[in-house]
């Protein structure tokens, strides 16, 4: 009986690769997106949550957004057997820093952890809510922060 290149490494088959990152830090080459998870029963949210960890997959993302707070809840749940394995990043739309730091504390709740690895803020407008989260990282609730901003291209006519 022949074995497989992954048996024979002691891997198991269709595993995804990783990159370095950060610190150390490597992630699956691709993310599983919290918002797949809503929807659909939490035991159906659960199992694939297990057979994209099963195949290599360390990086999640969510948003509070998706779907009033379902994908967190699902996801948080589903993430509870690996949640000291895997990272978690997260983004908020919140604008300013009380708003942001409702957010986040909502959140971890959601996710039954005491910290996210990455934050992101889409469109970055004021201060206050860099500030917010610069005083979260110092309290080791966050990682990593940063910033994103989506903008739409202009289509030429």
């Given at each position: 009986?022949a074995?497989?290149?992954?048996?024979a490494?002691?891997?198991?088959e269709?595993v995804l690769?990783?990159?370095?990152?950060?610190?150390?830090?490597?992630?699956?080459i691709?993310?599983?997106?919290?918002i797949?998870?809503?929807?659909?029963?939490?035991e159906?949210?659960?199992?694939?949550?297990?057979?994209?960890?099963?195949?290599?997959?360390?990086?999640?993302?969510?948003?509070p957004?998706?779907?009033n707070?379902?994908?967190?809840?699902k996801?948080?749940k589903?993430?509870?057997?690996?949640?000291?394995?895997?990272?978690?990043?997260?983004?908020?739309?919140?604008?300013?820093?009380k708003?942001?730091?409702?957010?986040?504390e909502?959140t971890?709740?959601?996710?039954?952890?005491d910290?996210?690895?990455?934050s992101?803020k889409?469109?970055?407008?004021r201060?206050?809510?860099?500030?917010?989260?610069t005083?979260?990282?110092?309290?080791?609730?966050r990682?990593?922060?940063?910033?994103?901003?989506?903008?739409r291209?202009r289509q030429?006519?």
């Amino acid at each position: 009986m022949a074995l497989t290149a992954g048996e024979a490494w002691g891997k198991p088959e269709n595993v995804l690769p990783k990159r370095a990152w950060k610190d150390g830090i490597e992630l699956s080459i691709l993310a599983l997106g919290g918002i797949v998870v809503c929807g659909m029963p939490q035991e159906e949210a659960s199992k694939r949550v297990a057979v994209a960890y099963e195949r290599g997959v360390n990086y999640f993302d969510c948003a509070p957004s998706y779907f009033n707070g379902e994908a967190e809840m699902k996801l948080g749940k589903a993430l509870r057997p690996y949640r000291s394995k895997v990272f978690l990043a997260e983004k908020t739309g919140k604008r300013d820093a009380k708003g942001a730091r409702a957010e986040l504390e909502q959140t971890l709740e959601r996710f039954h952890t005491d910290h996210v690895d990455f934050s992101a803020k889409n469109t970055l407008r004021r201060e206050g809510q860099r500030n917010c989260f610069t005083r979260r990282r110092k309290r080791e609730r966050r990682s990593i922060w940063g910033s994103r901003r989506i903008t739409r291209r202009r289509q030429s006519g």
